[in-house]
């Protein structure tokens, strides 16, 4: 009896201890989702008690805790989302781990941002709102305030709904809708406006095309080739020469302008300069890495890898020297106002925002982003290195077009464009080939038209979503701020 007393005993302690086991894989998997937001919130917190510090003695100290922790809640939302369309394509295309995207964004992100990162904006986002026109700094420090926190809610939003959009038009948006709520629709400046409108068609057309013309290219002279590793020796050189060299001229242009400043003449000479210079060096890397190369599309793949990555790269200097500063100026705008009562002139951006900035875009990165990261790089359509090749080059030209127009653009639109345009490009080349083979071979099976729409490379629910995303962000986020900043008048005044 005891012995079965103590069986029954043992059954009994090995349910319980079942139970506890399966409570706390359910627990464990329950509590993975609130990591992210976890960590975020200390982030966020951080941000607060070091600003704090820093203005422990102001008058103001409580609005600049607030702003800052506003302002790293945006950073951790430009990192979920914008920095997707820098890596995205290396990522999707197999050149680059998801770890190791990471990694590189993470870094090259903060470096751009601290090193190079943009040491003054204009008063408010561009000039979008004449500042005069808000009467007084109080006025301005909570429009600032509106629009900081709609911006981020409105791409937290996106970010979890899985659409890429434009920061920098978020922030533009909520500067708009506060400065509307604050001083009406005569504060607008409706002519820039009417061009960052205008960079809605621009940005993602011109990134398609110059996309598509390139992955014409590689086609047309190589992968369509008898003999493609021949034809790839004497075509990758030169085109990783025109990417350095359109990086070279971007990073003189965008890159580095607080260090130096390089008009547009000077930086398309020093592009000059680094495509000959890498195009040369390029030659005999590309003869020794095509050695032994079987003659399949395949084999090109090995060719494009390393030039993706460095792309990659690139793109997060550029991003982190260029967009950050746009993204952290109303953070920038509120203290200097906090501190100065000044709000009509140009803002300075103190190095401790562009640290918060730096660092939230890291966290972001790291905790939310690989789900826009795996959108812009498999989801729109299949990427490989060729095609990410053509997104990441046209990405670069599209901006050094863009600047010599005098075009406000955006890098978001401009990346997704690309994706697009290859995409696209694949369908239509597809369609052309079949037409051709039909004429040969008047035997070919004809797919119906509903097979022929199953089969389209491009997901045109993933395309639908984003540029619904792209058309409503400027007047999503001007009514979330508009709205915001009533609230807050209402509670201040």
């Avoid at 305030?145 to 038009?169: E, I, K």
């Avoid at 494009?304 to 793109?315: E, R």
């Amino acid at each position: 009896m005891t012995q079965q007393g103590d069986a029954r005993h043992l059954e009994t302690l090995d349910r319980d201890l079942e139970r506890y086991s399966n409570l706390d894989r359910l627990s464990s998997y329950t509590s993975r989702p609130l990591v992210g937001p976890g960590i975020s919130l200390v982030f966020v917190l951080l941000a607060g008690i070091s600003a704090m510090l820093f203005f422990g003695q102001e008058s103001n100290t409580v609005i600049v805790v607030i702003a800052a922790c506003l302002g790293a809640y945006m950073a951790l939302n430009i990192g979920a989302n914008d920095v997707a369309n820098n890596v995205g394509p290396a990522v999707g295309a197999g050149a680059l781990s998801m770890g190791g995207a990471i990694a590189i964004a993470v870094v090259f992100e903060g470096a751009g941002a601290l090193i190079a990162g943009g040491d003054v904006v204009s008063t408010i986002a561009k000039g979008i709102i004449a500042p005069e026109s808000m009467g007084t700094a109080s006025v301005f420090i909570w429009a600032m305030m509106a629009a900081l926190l709609s911006a981020a809610l409105w791409v937290n939003l996106a970010t979890w709904v899985g659409a890429p959009v434009s920061t920098t038009h978020s922030v533009v948006g909520g500067v708009m809708g506060a400065g509307i709520a604050a001083a009406g629709f005569a504060a607008v400046n409706w002519p820039t406006m009417g061009k960052i409108a205008a960079s809605w068609v621009i940005s993602p057309v011109l990134g398609g095309v110059i996309a598509a013309f390139f992955l014409w290219v590689i086609k047309s002279r190589i992968i369509y080739r008898e003999d493609k590793i021949a034809a790839a020796r004497t075509w990758v050189p030169l085109l990783v020469g025109i990417m350095a060299g359109a990086f070279g001229s971007y990073l003189a242009l965008k890159g580095l302008k607080k260090i130096i400043k390089i008009d547009m003449s000077s930086a398309l000479i020093i592009g000059l300069a680094v495509g000959i210079l890498v195009w040369l060096v390029m030659i005999p890397v590309i003869r020794k890495q095509a050695e032994g190369l079987e003659n399949r599309n395949k084999s090109l793949k090995v060719l494009f890898g390393i030039p993706l990555v460095v792309s990659a790269a690139l793109l997060c200097f550029a991003h982190g020297a260029n967009d950050v500063a746009n993204a952290v100026g109303p953070l920038a705008a509120i203290v200097q106002a906090s501190q100065s009562g000044d709000f009509t002139q140009t803002v300075s951006i103190p190095f401790w925002v562009m640290v918060i900035g730096a660092l939230g875009i890291s966290f972001g990165l790291f905790l939310f982003g690989p789900k826009l990261i795996r959108m812009v790089g498999g989801q729109i359509t299949k990427l490989n290195p060729m095609r990410a090749y053509c997104v990441a080059l046209s990405a670069a030209i599209t901006v050094i077009l863009a600047s010599w127009l005098g075009l406000p653009v955006s890098s978001t639109h401009i990346a997704v464009g690309g994706v697009f345009g290859v995409g696209f490009f694949r369908e239509w080349d597809a369609e052309r080939r079949m037409r051709k083979a039909r004429l040969r071979l008047p035997d070919t099976t004809v797919h119906a038209p509903e097979e022929r729409r199953r089969r389209k490379l491009v997901r045109r629910s993933h395309v639908m979503t984003i540029l619904a995303a792209w058309v409503i962000t400027v007047p999503a986020a001007a009514v979330l701020s508009a709205l915001i900043f009533l609230g807050i008048n209402q509670v201040m005044g």
